[in-house]
């Protein structure tokens, strides 16, 4: 069975950095066709922060440049640096992982809480 899990989520104050972590388990590395970090604030939508394949990496272009994402693919997992954080980056992160076709299925993590304080 696949699991998602973040960590690394904390109270930051602004202008700090923080690196969030996520792993995917139950899955080998040569399944995984993309995964991403999204972030839900509280009262709004969740929104894409990026996402990151073998090939490339894409970001919210309002965070290109203050967020950065890698990955480690000997140990199946993915950062998020964040860097020059705000107290509108405040929001529970998660963690997607979605696999090769055909299936294409999606799992999803059940965040981790970032709070920027002023």
């Known amino acids: 069975q696949v699991q998602v899990v973040e960590s690394g989520g904390a109270l930051v104050q602004s202008g700090g950095s923080l690196q969030l972590s996520c792993t995917a388990t139950?899955?080998?590395?040569?399944?995984?066709?993309?995964m991403g970090w999204f972030r839900q604030a509280p009262g709004k939508q969740r929104e894409l922060v990026g996402t990151i394949t073998l090939y490339s990496t894409n970001y919210l272009d309002s965070l290109r440049g203050r967020f950065t994402i890698s990955r480690d693919i000997a140990k199946n997992t993915m950062y998020l640096q964040m860097n020059d954080l705000k107290p509108e980056d405040t929001a529970v992160y998660y963690c997607?992982?979605?696999?090769?076709?055909?299936?294409?299925?999606?799992?999803w993590g059940r965040g981790t809480r970032v709070t920027v304080s002023s």
């Open positions: 139950g899955i080998g590395s040569d399944g995984i066709g993309s």
């Open positions: 997607n992982v979605v696999t090769l076709p055909p299936l294409r299925m999606t799992y």
